[in-house]
């Protein structure tokens, strides 16, 4: 990360005034981009250690102007930024369902389906009776 053209330089990180001012922001952030695209040498890792759209990153990273965490300008000829792997943990498992809830991420497919198991065996055997089930229990209540 000491390769990056960031370092010691200040205006990657805006400060608050900036940030409710978007045109200005954007003037002052696009040589920084330009200078991120065309100089980075970091720049997949750059992303991976910020994680803007995790931590609601406000500045450049990854030749992009993130405000809280959402991309609102990006440099000409900047990379594509690839899916960042998930910090949950095991994923199909109840812990790994817990670890996106704590990472404040969406729930991935694997995770969803443990948490719709997890949620159907928390109702009971009630929620998912037959038909031929509930016709007995009701000709019994009669």
């Given at each position: 990360?000491?390769?990056?053209p960031?370092v ?10 900036l ?18 695209a ?24 990854a ?19 690839v ?8 994923c ?5 369902v ?8 969406p ?13 159907v ?18 000709a019994?209540?009669?």
């Amino acid at each position: 990360m000491s390769d990056a053209p960031c370092v010691a330089v200040s205006g990657y990180i805006p400060d608050n005034s900036l940030l409710r001012q978007p045109e200005k922001l954007g003037q002052v952030a696009a040589p920084l981009m330009r200078r991120c695209a065309e100089l980075c040498p970091v720049l997949a890792e750059c992303h991976e250690r910020v994680r803007p759209a995790e931590s609601r990153f406000d500045g450049v990273c990854a030749a992009r102007l993130w405000v809280d965490g959402r991309v609102v300008a990006t440099a000409d000829g900047a990379p594509g930024l690839v899916k960042l792997p998930s910090r949950a943990g095991m994923c199909g498992s109840s812990s790994g369902v817990a670890g996106h809830e704590r990472q404040g991420e969406p729930l991935c497919a694997r995770c969803q389906e443990t948490a719709q198991r997890a949620a159907v065996r928390r109702a009971g055997a009630a929620s998912i009776r037959t038909r031929k089930q509930r016709r007995k229990s009701l000709a019994a209540a009669s």
